[in-house]
Structures are given as C-alpha cells and as structure tokens.
C-alpha cells in the first residue's frame, strides 16, 4: 500500500507560479512512476506529467515547457507550475504506480484567475 498527501494548491492570478509538492508514505520502494494528474469540472481527468525509471519524464502538450516535475527523494515528488492560465484550473492528484496497482492522493484544488 502507498498513501500520497499533495499541498501546494491555492489562488493565482495569471502568469503567476505555484509549488505542488506530494509526499508518498507505506511501501514506496516499489513506485516505478510517480506523478499529477488534473481534473477540471466537467472534464475527465488528465495527465499532467510523470516520471520514473520505466517511463522517464513526460509532460501534456499543454504543460510543456511551463511546468516541471522533480523528486527530492524516492518519497517526494513536486510540480513547479509557472506562467499559469486560467485553462489550469482544476484538482491536482497525485498517482503513484506500484506493482501494476494506482495510488491516488486526495487532491489539491489550483485555481487561476484570468
């Protein structure tokens, strides 16, 4: 079993920055991927970027170039959202893939006013 807790989210106007941060606790030595995905109201939940040993590091189209993931450590994973837009706006998750199984945080709400 793996627990994921993410902070970070809030209220920000366009163009602006924010740091989404998960910590993974329980068996997180068998994560091979770790990363976010988003789910704006009335819209399917999307990738937003991952990484791992078995996928490397991928971005949506639309993040690219304006979001980065890192990890501290094998139990920390980040998203450094900069030059937001309102199309942003939506619930952060963040997934952990272990042993063919998903993990889910919570979620944390990122909001941008235009």
């Known amino acids: 079993q793996v627990q994921l807790v993410e902070s970070g989210g809030g209220l920000v106007q366009a163009g602006g920055s924010l740091r989404l941060s998960c910590a993974a606790s329980g068996s997180t030595g068998m994560i091979n991927a770790i990363g976010w995905y988003r789910q704006a109201p009335g819209k399917q939940r999307e990738l937003v970027a991952v990484?791992?040993?078995?996928?490397?590091t991928t971005y949506a189209d639309s993040v690219r170039g304006r979001f980065t993931i890192s990890r501290d450590n094998v139990k920390t994973v980040n998203l450094q959202m900069n030059s937001l837009k309102p199309e942003d706006t939506a619930v952060y998750y963040c997934n952990a893939r272990s042993v063919g199984t998903d993990y889910w945080g919570q979620g944390t709400q990122v909001t941008v006013s235009s």
């Open positions: 990484t791992g040993r078995a996928v490397g």
